[in-house]
């Protein structure tokens, strides 16, 4: 019987063995995970924190004991510490016990996941200065959240905002501050500025182009050091980015992207014969530019597990790549993108336009109707859509969906104009707000 | 200078004004219009009978006068009578002082929209038999609302449902007889039925399979009478169909599809030379079908005027064709649908499958988390995309967009998904609903 070892258990890595059983009952699939906890929802860890869901138990998914009824066998709290692919066989340290123990495997999957980055800075290891990265990181923030008063967020990127968001909603005095002069680096300013409107709508800080130096504080933190001036703070969030956890798969002779995450083909097979990657650690082709590039999300983790245990259990699957596609929200508002942004399509060659336009969600004479901001993206010579950003309200920004359908496809802007949408008042205008966009983007191409 | 001249006024008729004016400011352009008002949002009717929107005067969008500003002069109650192609002539009744006037043209478009069906049975001139399509339509209904108690809407289509929500929630007990043994026919009868559930948890009485025979009453409306039994109603709506105007076009020689609607290039050029039609008289290619449909939507109406008045006034234009996508809110639900229904798709020769998943709409432990039914149907021996159908709540049902998307582009079952969406937990499930069904179907494709 054929033995899948996956490292790491969480999205990436849970989808690859419930697929690869799934579609493959005589393999045998034993998962080493770090943590104490499998296959949970992290994307919701900051909803829990803003007290919207009850507790972090509710993000679980499945338990190990789920998992062996299912004919998965999932240790947590054992880290992977050493692979030898030549013999095939791994070296797992039991976390609890400090106990060394080796296992076995004919096919291998990296779900190595990311790491959240902890800059070098003085005081970085101060308590009540946190990341955001699994349940126990979400577990320490709450366990703060009765005494801190003063909040501050080091990075305006999703994480950061949501966090913005639910460290205000609790209650909190909250300060964003954003080393580079607009939040939400991958939307374009004009659009990025209206998250910043919101947050300050909802009386929270937000200090951009600020570069954080580091934290004091007597035992606990107090005071974030930033190039504008100190910030008290009992609470801090770093959310500056995220690396690849590689370095065990870089040590076997896994090729790695210029970001260091894990390359991979379209099976999800690494360079190495047997050797897999899923999840966060994989690197994935942009859709558009064609590039390789590194956007680790929770949806796309999924996608590649999915992928990965179907091509394992000896089906046919692929992942063709992504799109960023992306959706935030932040108090009232949602923001939401796919594709390039202006300066992604700057950076991949396109000799792009873009148009924008201010809508509603609903029909202009409907009373619930809400602005709706559309910007697309195009290639000037070829009119070939890049991308695209909307803002509104709720589930109105799911529209960003569409575009995402269309960049799959590589339809241009006039394909956008021609599409059948649905309509009715209380759903939208006539023209649809996409509709509006596509004949805007027409009128200047 | 040369003269477009356009009979109708509403949708097609405005949009293709309006148009051609902007993008040929040297053009003469005059409409005639028979009812008292151009340019309405007639989709908005029933919620201003509803009572969400305040009046009928809020859905009116251009009046004369601002079209005049415009440069296009718009004539109201004015019914055009005759049509001299051949000496680019009309005659046109001026239905308020009933006198008859000549104009001349050199374009001519009908956009002479669709009336709502009143087949001849007894009793139908009876005061209280109403039936939905102009404003003065909308505002006889409204006159009774103060005095009726019961209501019977003959016909469950997208109108039907929309004015039986209406009227229930003014207080009215409302009953909904359908001829067919289902709700909505154009969509599935699995799906369908949750319309049902949704009118009859709201109060709503449904009648299937059964006809109506007739009316009764003293003076006005008092008895429905069908075969399955009469029906008190002080108050009833015809909602069993519409067809389209075009009796004008036909006694010129303009050919018509077996519908009775007028054929068009994707130009919107009729037989005819110089005569255009837009809007709900006009027929239109399918999609998915490639066969010649009459899917009169205000939407579609309003993308053909602008067509119809680009190409008129010499520029670059064309509707490529529908896909029948639309979306009806019923009460708290939601339904939308695009390409082919089930029965369509076996009429159209397709040797269809399909698959059903009942999902949410934002993630399973998100706490305002909604139901979503996600229907697919797709061609077997290629998996191409032939329609789909969602049921849920709100704005999350614009998901049929993407399927909208999907199916204009002739697009596969493994391009649904294959394809990047939002996700977020505020959102959508980190398999978004369309993935779900889209795994769904490959599983049993």
């Not at 104490?36 to 993000?59: D, F, N, Q, T």
């Not at 909802?202 to 570069?211: C, F, T």
């Not at 932040?330 to 809508?359: H, I, M, N, W, Y």
């Not at 529209?399 to 021609?418: E, G, H, N, S």
């Amino acid at each position: 019987m054929a033995k899948l070892l996956i490292i790491g258990g969480v999205a990436g890595g849970m989808s690859t063995a419930a697929k690869a059983k799934r579609e493959n009952p005589e393999l045998e699939v034993v998962v080493y995970e770090r943590t104490e906890h499998i296959s949970y929802g992290a994307c919701g860890m900051p909803y829990v924190l803003e007290g919207v869901i009850p507790s972090l138990s509710k993000l679980i998914a499945r338990t190990p004991e789920r998992m062996a009824r299912e004919g998965v066998t999932a240790h947590v709290q054992h880290e992977v510490i050493a692979v030898d692919q030549a013999g095939r066989q791994i070296t797992v340290k039991n976390l609890i016990t400090g106990e060394l123990l080796t296992d076995s495997y004919d096919t291998l999957v990296f779900a190595t996941g990311a790491r959240a980055v902890r800059p070098p800075l003085p005081g970085i290891t101060l308590p009540g200065v946190h990341t955001l990265k699994s349940l126990a990181d979400a577990a320490a923030i709450e366990a703060r959240l009765g005494s801190a008063q003063r909040a501050v967020i080091v990075g305006g990127g999703y994480i950061g905002l949501e966090m913005a968001e639910a460290l205000r909603q609790r209650g909190l005095n909250v300060t964003v501050v954003e080393l580079l002069p607009q939040l939400l680096a991958n939307f374009d300013p004009d659009i990025a500025v209206l998250a910043q409107e919101e947050l300050a709508a909802h009386g929270v800080g937000v200090r951009l182009g600020d570069r954080v130096l580091g934290f004091s504080g007597n035992g606990t933190v107090e005071v974030v050091h930033t190039e504008s001036g100190d910030l008290p703070a009992e609470l801090v969030l770093l959310s500056v980015g995220v690396a690849p956890n590689s370095e065990l798969a870089q040590a076997i002779g896994v090729a790695l992207s210029p970001q260091g995450a894990i390359l991979t083909d379209s099976q999800m097979r690494t360079n190495l014969p047997g050797v897999y990657a899923a999840g966060d650690v994989a690197a994935a082709r942009h859709l558009v530019s064609g590039q390789t590039v590194w956007l680790p999300l929770g949806d796309t983790a999924n996608k590649m597990g999915r992928v990965a245990g179907t091509v394992i259990a000896g089906k046919e699957a692929r992942f063709l790549g992504v799109l960023g596609t992306a959706i935030v929200k932040v108090f009232d508002k949602a923001l939401a993108r796919t594709g390039l942004s202006s300066q992604e399509a700057v950076a991949a060659g396109f000799d792009f336009r873009s148009a924008r336009v201010s809508a509603t969600d609903h029909a202009h004479y409907y009373p619930d109707k809400r602005p709706l901001e559309v910007k697309l993206l195009w290639d000037g010579p070829s009119q070939r859509l890049l991308g695209g950003q909307i803002v509104g309200h709720g589930d109105a920004v799911k529209r960003i969906d569409v575009l995402a359908a269309l960049l799959f496809k590589q339809a241009t802007i006039q394909d956008l104009a021609d599409l059948d949408l649905a309509y009715a008042p209380p759903f939208s205008g006539v023209w649809d707000a996409l509709l509006l966009a596509a004949n805007v983007a027409l009128a200047e191409a």
